[in-house]
């Protein structure tokens, strides 16, 4: 993971020992170093802004509010406890107190790299969702996200998509190209010839077959996916 960032400061030499703890860090990329009077920021958009707390523009709201909007990670710098208390009354990621040293400043990236880790899974999740044509509903496309999806089944030259939430959607793609859709989420499995499940709605097995929740009756798993099957309920099973 790549970390852009930029630099607000009061002069040349507050800013280099800054940009020299940047450099020292492999992840991140040094974008510009801004010192007064400042270039718009409107324009601009980087993970981490690295501002000095007594920085002249800390006067302007509005200009702040766009930092946090053209940014992810905002770290404030200072050189007394009260910057520290401004510094979080003001909503900051994180605050550093100079001087600065290369093991707290990396903690700080450290943070931000969570942070943004964090967002983007939470992007992935909200963009994992495939549009459906509901055949029993004129065709009509149906969101579904893959998070409600249980089981997928083979029905001729349609498939049956059941969500836990019951619902069942019948659309006229071959079960092939849906598993095409759902096997790079790796959340999904064939079971049988006829049956992709979940991996996340397994609940067990009954008799030899899968206990998926929000689906009955239980999938009897297919001889040639058996051994798929086998080993991922072993790899989740504290034996």
């Known amino acids: 993971m790549e970390i852009t960032c930029v630099i607000f400061e009061n002069s040349k030499e507050d800013a280099e020992p800054i940009s020299g703890l940047i450099k020292n860090n492999p992840i991140l990329k040094l974008i510009k170093v801004n010192y007064p009077p400042h270039d718009s920021v409107e324009d601009f958009y980087v993970d981490l802004v690295i501002i000095n707390i007594e920085n002249v523009l800390i006067k302007y709201s509005d200009y702040y509010k766009v930092l946090k909007l053209n940014s992810r990670f905002i770290v404030f710098t200072g050189k007394t406890e009260n910057a520290a208390v401004k510094a979080f009354d003001m909503e900051a990621d994180d605050f ?7 093991e707290r400043f990396d ?24 549009f459906l044509k509901d055949t029993d509903k004129g065709n009509n496309l149906v969101k579904v996200h ?28 071959l079960l ?10 790796d959340k999904f499995m064939r079971a049988h010839r006829s049956y992709i499940v979940s991996k996340l709605h397994i609940e067990g097995t009954d008799n030899g077959a899968l206990r998926i929740r929000g689906h009955k009756p239980s999938i009897v798993i297919g001889k040639n996916y058996r051994q798929d099957v086998i080993h991922f309920l072993e790899s989740k099973s504290l034996l």
Do not use: H, W
């Open 96 to 102: 550093l107190l100079k001087p600065l040293y290369q």
């Open 107 to 130: 903690q700080s990236v450290n943070k931000c790299m969570k942070s943004i880790s964090r967002i983007q899974k939470e992007i992935a999740q909200l963009e994992d969702f495939i």
């Open 146 to 173: 893959f998070l409600e999806i249980c089981v997928v089944e083979a029905a001729g030259n349609y498939s049956k998509v059941y969500t836990i939430g019951g619902t069942c959607i019948r659309t006229k793609v």
């Open 176 to 185: 092939r190209n849906i598993e095409k859709q759902l096997a790079p989420k």
